[in-house]
Nanobody
Framework: QVQLLESGGSTVEAGGSLRLSCVRSGYTFSNYCMGWYRQAPGKEREGVAAIYTEHTYYADSVKGRFTISEDNAADTVYLQMDNLKPEDTAVYYC????????????????????WGKGTLVAISS
């Protein structure tokens, strides 16, 4: 059974930093596209960043502030978030799908095969 478990969410002040983690289990993820998504209150879920091997992808709203990375030995994907803004407040989710999801761009739509339950990030102004 594939499982994704997010952690690292917290409440921080604007301008601060957080690092989210997504621990994966159930099968070998080395050939999968891993993505981070977020859903703010009253809004639809949106893609934030994705990674497949050395290839990374970012939403315009987080470029230069967020960094996605992965540690295959630890079966973990990270999202380093710096210079956080109040509009970054949301529940952040980790998703996984085949490598093609990254290359075709389909990961943006959130059509991933596997999902975690999310971790809450709240930014105070």
């Amino acid at each position: 059974q594939v499982q994704l478990l997010e952690s690292g969410g917290s409440t921080v002040e604007a301008g601060g930093s957080l690092r989210l983690s997504c621990v994966r289990s159930g099968y070998t993820f080395s050939n999968y596209c891993m993505g981070w998504y977020r859903q703010a209150p009253g809004k639809e879920r949106e893609g934030v960043a994705a990674i497949y091997t050395e290839h990374t992808y970012y939403a315009d709203s987080v470029k230069g502030r967020f960094t996605i990375s992965e540690d295959n030995a630890a079966d973990t994907v990270y999202l380093q978030m710096d210079n956080l803004k109040p509009e970054d407040t949301a529940v952040y989710y980790c998703g996984a799908d085949r490598a093609s999801a990254c290359f075709t761009g389909s990961w943006w739509s959130g059509s991933m095969d596997y999902w975690g339950k999310g971790t809450l990030v709240a930014i105070s102004s």
